[in-house]
């Protein structure tokens, strides 16, 4: 399989930006999609299928970014397919309970047994406000911590010093979020237990919650260090606040019980969306039973959504899951040597053309820095060279393989990547660090 090297032809999709700027603000619903930290010009995508995305000029991609996270079985997975389509023909939705609700409910606490009651809803971002609004009432207490580089979704109070396209637009928040709403979030550095110690000593009796993403992907790919989940779950036991797993993106990717599995965590909730809905909109939030009683109808917690366990997201989400429930041997042993070959191999392409480059990866889920040095958390993260990124970036997009627009986003492997998509993209790293 050859590496293309002339620059694909796209006037179709100029065609349809130049429409969408008619009628989205920059053109899009979601800013990342923009590709402005990487010079513009998106291609959009007519289909999909496997690993491989098709452009509405029918220029085809390696996909690296996977949906940002639910297509770990590949596009139009045909058991997800069947699902969704067996649904749709007995209405899209209803506004009331079904059987699918509990049977993805039964497999995910199946995955998760920290989880004794959930709540389905239709994105991260409502699983994480969920979640926060709730910590507040199981505790009484006001104040929330987040880390830096991380990304909760654009809740107002989690958009201090997020993550993701946040981080990649430099913003430290976002302009609508009063003060006083920001003043309720503590954004500390990521790895760091004694900021969080100090955070306790200067706020005793306050904080509510510590949500965390355990592996962080909204900063690029940022791993724990040793002992950290476990010196966080003992910080906050000691001082009475709950700790929140925000799985949205690491949820049956790291592991089927995500990086509470992998990592051995004991959160009080846990957050979940992306591969929970097999790529139709649902996200959760779950934990223990004494604080999810606290919900409406039951408690005094209010919380709702009119397409909260659709049946045709129920649908996807029961094939994704069940599927890698009943495959998890082949599954993610696959997913795992597939993403070493992938990342190393980009890895030693970059050290054969002199490119300075730390690759950080977990699983199936990782990130090329441009920089020498470590990265352990979003400043050591943010001294990357993203104009290097940027240029990599375009270079592989011309090449076949399209990687998530941004240094401070991760890649993803899916299931359908095999050897051809390995030895494509080592090809076109290859060639891109020599254009460099
Ligand atoms: P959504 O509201 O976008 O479904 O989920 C928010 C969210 C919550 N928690 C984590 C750990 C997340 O990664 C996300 C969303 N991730 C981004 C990608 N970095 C979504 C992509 C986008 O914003 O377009």
């Given at each position: 399989?050859?590496?293309?090297?002339?620059?694909?032809?796209?006037?179709?999709?100029?065609?349809?930006?130049?429409?969408?700027?008619?009628?989205?603000?920059?053109?899009?619903?979601?800013?990342v999609?923009a590709f402005r930290a990487v010079g513009g010009g998106a291609?959009?995508?007519?289909?999909?299928?496997?690993?491989?995305?098709?452009?509405?000029?029918?220029?085809?991609?390696?996909?690296y970014f996977?949906?940002?996270?639910?297509?770990?079985?590949?596009?139009?997975?045909?058991?997800?397919?069947?699902?969704?389509?067996?649904?749709?023909?007995?209405?899209?939705?209803?506004?009331?309970?079904?059987?699918?609700?509990?049977?993805?409910?039964?497999?995910?606490?199946?995955?998760?047994?920290?989880?004794?009651?959930?709540?389905?809803?239709?994105?991260?971002?409502?699983?994480?406000?969920?979640?926060?609004?709730?910590?507040?009432?199981?505790?009484?207490?006001?104040?929330?911590?987040?880390?830096?580089g991380?990304?909760?979704?654009?809740?107002?109070?989690?958009?201090?010093?997020?993550g993701s396209g946040?981080a990649t637009f430099g913003?430290?928040?976002?302009?609508?979020?009063?003060?006083?709403?920001?003043?309720?979030?503590?954004?500390?550095?990521?790895?760091?237990?004694?900021?969080?110690?100090?955070?306790?000593?200067?706020?005793?009796?306050?904080?509510?919650?510590?949500?965390?993403?355990?592996?962080?992907g909204n900063a690029g790919c940022i791993?724990?260090?040793?002992?950290?989940?476990?010196?966080?779950?003992?910080?906050?036991?000691?001082?009475?606040?709950?700790?929140?797993?925000?799985?949205?993106?690491?949820?049956?990717?790291?592991?089927?019980?995500?990086?509470?599995?992998?990592?051995?965590?004991?959160?009080?909730?846990?957050?979940?969306?992306?591969?929970?809905?097999?790529?139709?909109?649902?996200?959760?939030?779950?934990?223990?039973?004494?604080?999810?009683?606290?919900?409406?109808?039951?408690?005094?917690?209010?919380?709702?959504?009119?397409?909260?366990?659709?049946?045709?997201?129920?649908?996807?989400?029961?094939?994704?899951?069940?599927?890698?429930?009943?495959?998890?041997?082949?599954?993610?042993?696959?997913?795992?040597?597939?993403?070493?070959?992938?990342f190393?191999?980009v890895a030693?392409e970059a050290?054969?053309a002199?490119v300075e480059l730390t690759t950080n990866?977990?699983?199936?889920?990782g990130t090329w820095f441009f920089t020498a040095d470590?990265v352990?958390?979003y400043?050591e993260a943010a001294k990357s060279d993203t104009a290097a990124f940027g240029r990599f970036h375009r270079a592989m997009l011309d090449a076949?393989v399209w990687l998530p627009p941004s240094q401070f986003e991760a890649a993803?492997?899916?299931?359908?990547?095999?050897?051809?998509?390995?030895?494509?993209t080592?090809?076109a790293a290859?060639?891109a660090f020599?254009s460099l």
């Amino acid at each position: 399989m050859t590496t293309p090297t002339a620059v694909p032809v796209r006037t179709r999709s100029q065609a349809l930006q130049e429409r969408a700027e008619r009628v989205f603000p920059g053109g899009v619903n979601s800013p990342v999609r923009a590709f402005r930290a990487v010079g513009g010009g998106a291609p959009f995508v007519e289909s999909a299928e496997g690993a491989w995305l098709t452009d509405a000029d029918g220029n085809r991609y390696i996909d690296y970014f996977g949906s940002w996270g639910p297509m770990i079985l590949g596009h139009a997975f045909p058991p997800v397919v069947e699902a969704i389509e067996r649904a749709a023909r007995k209405s899209a939705s209803f506004g009331a309970s079904t059987a699918a609700e509990g049977d993805l409910a039964e497999r995910v606490m199946a995955c998760y047994p920290a989880i004794e009651r959930l709540r389905f809803v239709s994105s991260g971002t409502e699983a994480t406000m969920s979640a926060i609004r709730l910590a507040r009432a199981a505790t009484g207490r006001d104040v929330i911590v987040k880390f830096e580089g991380c990304y909760h979704g654009h809740a107002d109070g989690l958009l201090v010093k997020a993550g993701s396209g946040v981080a990649t637009f430099g913003i430290p928040g976002s302009a609508g979020v009063p003060e006083v709403v920001a003043k309720l979030t503590l954004a500390l550095p990521y790895n760091d237990l004694g900021a969080v110690k100090a955070a306790f000593a200067a706020h005793t009796g306050e904080i509510a919650a510590v949500i965390l993403e355990p592996v962080v992907g909204n900063a690029g790919c940022i791993l724990p260090a040793d002992g950290y989940l476990e010196g966080l779950r003992e910080i906050t036991r000691r001082e009475g606040a709950l700790l929140i797993a925000d799985e949205v993106m690491t949820g049956f990717r790291l592991a089927l019980g995500g990086a509470v599995e992998r990592y051995k965590m004991a959160p009080d909730l846990i957050t979940l969306g992306k591969i929970v809905g097999g790529g139709l909109p649902v996200g959760a939030f779950g934990g223990k039973r004494e604080i999810m009683d606290l919900l409406a109808p039951l408690g005094p917690v209010y919380q709702a959504g009119t397409l909260s366990g659709n049946p045709l997201a129920m649908a996807a989400g029961i094939a994704t899951v069940g599927y890698l429930q009943g495959h998890a041997g082949e599954v993610y042993p696959r997913l795992e040597a597939t993403a070493k070959a992938v990342f190393d191999g980009v890895a030693a392409e970059a050290a054969k053309a002199g490119v300075e480059l730390t690759t950080n990866r977990v699983g199936s889920m990782g990130t090329w820095f441009f920089t020498a040095d470590a990265v352990t958390d979003y400043d050591e993260a943010a001294k990357s060279d993203t104009a290097a990124f940027g240029r990599f970036h375009r270079a592989m997009l011309d090449a076949g393989v399209w990687l998530p627009p941004s240094q401070f986003e991760a890649a993803f492997v899916s299931a359908a990547h095999g050897d051809a998509e390995i030895a494509r993209t080592v090809d076109a790293a290859r060639i891109a660090f020599r254009s460099l």
